[in-house]
Each structure stands twice: as structure tokens, then as C-alpha cells.
């Protein structure tokens, strides 16, 4: 392509702009240990090719990619692990916290899980007023990355995030080895490379093996796997409800397809008995506590979500901006829905699709929200870019 390069250069521009600004104006101190080492990750990428474009000169493309996983990811992830270790947790004010509170949330719930079947608090049994912290609002296989710590006790590579992403690029690898992919450096970029993954992947990384689950779910539906892409769905559900709209649009797929659907819900139902309805039942209450009233605003502690995207901007204007949310995110179920059947998805591409803007509506549209639920949509239609070969994007027989 002609201008992929300058679309390079303005992509790595793009980004080193939000890692400088992160950096200088982020209340949290593991933003900005992030932000310092991010901004020069993005600037040598953009640095290595702009001198090329100017010397009209080949090069590898994926140099800069090196440049920005490292800088961007791993050196901040181990420098803040690192610190970590020396006592800069959580508990810290914002300005020298060296985890986000995912982190932390994540490893107490593997303890609680080892412990007690629950990965929750049981916020009944407290002796002093609930607060925000107390809450886990993620499904119970979440627990699973807090587990390595609970086990073997805290330590660089226990850390919750270190396991996320070993997590996350371990489902990426089976993803691309039954793809077979000719991966090319765009769709790379958006799976990987935006702010949106590099920064939660340095801080917390919680959302970054369910973004994982969902790529990799969306392959095995049209790779005529309909029991693998259930479970798989099942286990991503089970760690972020955020991933539950996912099981009907690969559902619709493989029907679509006229694959083995039944095999798919039967996967599905049973994933979800084992991952999330085991755990779940151990203390229900709590259950409920977490992951349905406290993402929905409905405990007795609001979710501090609430970056500045238009549902959350609508639901601050009193009972009208409430109802006006609850009518647009209704409108965009249906029309998500009516698009499903008109159009069902028959590729992993348009299965991509689909999920993302499907969620990506959903997180511009909840009350309770942050900029950095964008990772969804950005992802996944960075993973369903056309730049891959058919045989990933356009199978549409089933083998």
C-alpha cells in the first residue's frame, strides 16, 4: 500500500501524543511511570519510520513494533512489578500506587477462591460500612490470574498482570496456529500496539485475556469447532459479563453456516456451569453483589466508573437523561439484532465486527463506563482488518 508508512508514522505519532500526555498530567503514579517509558517506545517507532520514508528506503515495518512492545509494555509492566515488590501497592495514595486496583482486586479474589469456593467478599458479614474497594466486579474465572499468587505468594512473575498477558499472548499463539494467518503489520497494530492495550497491559490487564478469549472464539466458530468456541465463550463470559453478547453473534454464525449449533449451546451452557455457576453458588449473595448490582449502580456503593462518554454524560442530567439511556441502549440491541439476522456474520472478520461495534455501542452508551472499555471495539476490529489471508478472513466453508 502506497501511504502505509505515513499511516505508520501518524499511528505512532498518534499514540507517543497520549503516552507524553499520561505521562504529565496522570493523577496515578503507574500511569505515569507508563507514560515515560511509552512515549519514547512510540517515538523511536516513529522516528525509525519516518527516516525511511524520507530516505525512500525499504525496511522492516515490524521494527517499530519491537520498539513499542518493549518500551511500551514490558520495561513500565516490570518496573512498576519490580516496585511492587517493595511495598508501592495498591493500598498507596494514587501517586505512588505501582498497581491499578484491578490487580489487586484480581489476586484477593484468587485468594478468597483457594480458600473459601468464593472469589468474593461477603460484604453482609462486615463489621464496618462497605466501600468501593471491597468490591470484585468480575465473573469468577477472573480469579484464575489471581491464582499464581495466592499459591505461591507474591512475586514478579505472580504478579496479576505478568499472568495476564502470558495468558492473553498464550490464547493469541493458539489463535494464529489454527488461523494460519500471514499476519500483517496493521491488524498487529490495533491488536496490540494502541494505548488502549499497552498502558492497561503495564497497569492491570485484566481486560486483556477477554479480549483474547473473544478472538480466539471467533476463529474455532468458523474453523467448524463449535464445542472448542463454546467453552472458550464460556470461560471469556465467566471473567467479564462484557463478553456475554459475543455467544449470540457466534451462535448466529455458526447457524448461519449451518454448523453444529447444538453442540455450540450445549459448550456454552456447560462452560458456564463449571466456570461461573460452581463458584457462584458457594455464596450467590455475593455473587450478586459483584458482578450485577455494583457494575449496574444498583449496590449500596456506586461504581466510580464514569469517564466522560455520552451515556454516562446523559445519565448525570436527572431522571430524563436516565430514561433517554435506557431508550438508545434498547435501539441499539435491536438494531444490533435486526443486523444479525438480516446479515448474519459467515467469517471470523464479520463475527469481529459485529462483537465490536455491538459493544463498542454498549460501552458509549452505559451510565457507568471508562475510556478504557474502548479496548473492545478498537481490538477487535483491529483483529478483523482485511489485511490477513482468506483463509483466516473469508473461509466461509467450514473444514
Do not use: C
Amino acid at each position: 500500500m502506497k501511504y502505509s508508512r505515513w499511516i505508520d508514522l501518524a499511528f505512532y505519532v498518534g499514540f507517543g501524543v497520549d503516552a507524553a500526555y499520561t505521562a504529565v498530567f496522570n493523577e496515578f503514579y503507574g500511569f505515569r511511570v507508563w507514560g515515560n517509558f511509552a512515549v519514547f517506545g512510540y517515538a523511536f517507532a516513529a522516528l525509525h519510520t519516518a527516516i525511511f520514508i524520507a530516505l525512500k528506503r525499504p525496511a522492516s515495518r515490524w521494527v517499530p513494533v519491537g520498539f513499542v512492545v518493549t518500551l511500551s509494555v514490558l520495561v513500565p509492566m516490570f518496573v512498576l512489578v519490580a516496585k511492587r515488590m517493595t511495598g508501592r501497592d495498591w493500598g498507596s495514595p494514587a501517586s505512588s500506587m505501582t498497581a491499578q486496583p484491578e490487580v489487586w482486586a484480581i489476586e484477593r479474589a484468587g485468594n478468597l477462591l483457594l480458600h473459601t469456593g468464593s472469589p468474593y467478599v461477603d460484604l453482609h458479614t462486615l463489621t464496618r460500612p462497605v466501600v468501593v474497594d471491597d468490591f470484585t466486579p468480575y465473573g469468577p474465572a477472573m480469579a484464575l490470574l489471581g491464582l499464581p499468587s495466592a499459591v505461591f505468594g507474591r512475586s514478579v512473575v505472580t504478579d496479576a498482570r505478568v499472568v495476564a498477558l502470558v495468558v492473553s499472548v498464550a490464547v493469541l499463539a493458539v489463535a494464529v496456529r489454527i488461523a494460519k494467518p500471514d499476519l500483517a503489520v496493521r491488524p498487529v497494530q490495533f491488536v496490540l500496539l494502541t494505548t488502549y492495550v499497552t498502558l492497561p497491559a503495564a497497569t492491570a490487564g485484566n481486560d486483556l485475556p477477554v479480549v483474547a478469549l473473544l478472538i480466539l472464539s471467533a476463529v474455532l466458530a468458523t474453523r467448524d469447532r463449535p464445542e472448542w468456541a463454546g467453552l472458550v465463550l464460556a470461560l471469556a463470559a465467566s471473567m467479564k459479563l462484557t463478553a456475554l453478547p459475543a455467544a449470540a453473534v457466534v451462535a448466529v454464525a455458526i447457524w448461519a453456516l449451518k454448523g453444529r449449533l447444538g453442540r455450540f449451546l450445549v459448550a456454552f451452557a456447560a462452560g458456564g456451569v463449571v466456570f461461573t455457576g460452581l463458584s457462584a453458588a458457594v455464596n450467590f449473595d455475593a455473587f450478586i453483589d459483584n458482578v450485577i448490582k455494583f457494575p449496574a449502580n444498583a449496590a449500596e456503593v456506586r461504581s466510580p466508573a464514569g469517564s466522560p462518554l455520552p451515556g454516562h454524560l446523559l445519565e448525570q442530567t436527572g431522571p430524563l437523561g436516565h430514561a433517554a439511556v435506557l431508550v438508545l441502549m434498547a435501539l441499539a440491541a435491536v438494531g444490533m439484532v435486526w443486523w444479525l439476522l438480516a446479515r448474519p456474520p459467515r467469517t471470523t472478520a464479520e463475527i469481529l465486527q459485529r462483537v465490536a461495534i455491538g459493544l463498542g455501542l454498549a460501552m458509549l452508551l452505559m451510565p457507568a463506563t471508562r475510556w478504557g472499555y474502548l479496548i473492545y471495539p478498537v481490538t477487535l476490529l483491529g483483529a478483523a482488518l482485511q489485511t490477513w489471508r482468506p483463509a483466516f478472513l473469508k473461509t466461509r466453508v467450514l473444514t
